[in-house]
């Protein structure tokens, strides 16, 4: 009940294709969706982040889609540049805990 | 600048040795957390604290030591009771509760040789 499961592992795309990341959660209790960008060698940064009394964020070329029924959400990158290449995890939150996804690493081509 | 501060980057051990890790930050964030990153199999939680000299144990703390005695610093001991410890540890601090992002240092590599 406690794990998140991201898909997929690895994902490669074209410059200005849209990598969609896959996450998915068991505890309905979680509240707080966010995720984390990082680049080799660095720490994780936060990217963006959701509530679940919305089913959509957008936040310049990232956006997340939340489907509270489901248990699921996704990230989708619009127009992805080679910059975008870096290893992705969702999370999912309450008050008493934070679970990482196991991270999806995207390569962009030019 | 805010952020966290871990040292060092890199940091080689002998086997049977113990080993400090260094986290500091200059958020005035009330929690601090490690975790360990090996490759495929994303971020696992070592020990956290959310008040200065309490902390609990996440999920894979046996082979590591915390303290908490000031709020800016959370070092992290990787003792030789850990059987693999070669991995890349991250420290992170959040304002209050996990409900908040995280912000995270750069990490610090550790190499058993």
């Known amino acids: 009940q406690q794990q998140v499961k991201q898909s997929p592992q690895s994902l490669i795309v074209q410059k200005g294709g849209i990598p969609i990341i896959n996450c998915a959660y068991e505890?309905?209790?979680?509240?707080?969706f966010p995720w984390y960008q990082q680049f080799p060698g660095k720490g994780p940064a936060l990217l963006i982040a959701i509530r679940p009394d919305v089913s959509e964020k957008k936040e310049g070329r990232f956006t997340i889609s939340f489907n509270k029924s489901a248990k699921q959400f996704s990230l989708h990158i619009m127009d992805s540049q080679p910059g975008d290449s870096a290893t992705y995890f969702c999370?999912?939150?309450?008050?008493?805990?934070?679970?990482f996804g196991t991270g999806t690493r995207l390569q962009v081509f030019p | 600048d805010g952020g966290i501060t871990q040292s060092p980057k890199y940091l080689f051990r002998k086997e049977g040795q113990n080993v400090t890790l260094s986290c500091e930050q200059n958020l005035n964030h009330d929690a601090m957390y490690w975790y360990r990153q090996d490759p495929g199999q994303g971020l696992r939680l070592i020990y956290y604290s959310q008040i200065v000299n309490d902390f609990q144990k996440g999920d894979i703390a046996e082979g590591y030591s915390v303290s908490r005695e000031k709020k800016e610093s959370f070092p992290l001991t990787v003792t030789s009771a850990q059987k693999n410890p070669t991995a890349f540890y991250l420290c992170?601090?959040?304002?209050?509760?996990?409900?908040?992002?995280?912000?995270f240092g750069s990490g610090t590599r550790l190499t058993v040789v």
């Open positions: 505890n309905t209790a979680f509240d707080y």
């Open positions: 992170a601090s959040s304002p209050q509760g996990l409900n908040y992002g995280y912000t």
């Open positions: 999370a999912a939150a309450n008050t008493d805990k934070l679970i």
